[in-house]
């Protein structure tokens, strides 16, 4: 008896599947993550504004506040790097998986950049003491751009980390675990 084969003409018609397209995938969705979070974190910044003035307008602390008006160009300065350190923190935690550790750490600068930002000199006071200066609408624009920046960097976080608990969560058991009965 003769096996007779034949040719699939389709076969070669049909590209191979290959691995770079899995994983830009995985970078498109990626990227639609981190464009949805900065499209809400633009819808969301007013209520921020809203909910900084009412943090502005609780009790200071008289010895912090005295001290930042000393050098208030200063204390405006180093409302970015507090304000920096906090989506910092978030993406090392995301890059490096310390999720407990990057949570207190951004926490902690979350903690030390709203108590700088009550008892620094108001943001307004700037075109008074330095002529309207060109570094006060620097400053005025940058706390703008770093504030809808962090925003989105927390909402990317926060979507990141709900993934990852999905993911871990539908992880199977292992079976190694598990002794025959």
Not at 37 to 50: H, M, Q, S, T
Not at 61 to 83: C, D, I, N, T, Y
Request: net charge neutral; with cysteine; aromatic share 10%.
């Amino acid at each position: 008896m003769a096996v007779i084969t034949h040719a699939n003409p389709h076969a070669s018609s049909q590209p191979a599947p290959s691995g770079r397209h899995a994983h830009f995938s995985a970078r498109r969705i990626c990227l639609g993550i981190v464009l949805l979070c900065i499209g809400i974190a633009a819808l969301a910044l007013p209520l921020v504004r809203d909910t900084l003035n009412l943090i502005q307008s609780q009790a200071h602390w008289k010895p912090l506040e005295h001290w930042l008006a000393q050098a208030p160009m200063a204390s405006w300065l180093m409302m970015f790097v507090w304000g920096t350190l906090v989506p910092v923190s978030l993406l090392v935690m995301l890059r490096f998986h310390r999720n407990v550790l990057g949570v207190l750490a951004a926490l902690a600068f979350s903690a030390v950049a709203v108590i700088w930002y009550m008892h620094m000199p108001q943001q307004s006071q700037c075109a008074a003491l330095y002529n309207d200066s060109l570094w006060c609408a620097a400053i005025a624009w940058g706390y703008s751009l770093s504030l809808g920046i962090a925003n989105a960097v927390y909402l990317f976080a926060l979507v990141m980390l709900l993934l990852g608990g999905v993911s871990f969560a539908a992880m199977p058991k292992d079976d190694e675990n598990e002794s025959p009965a």
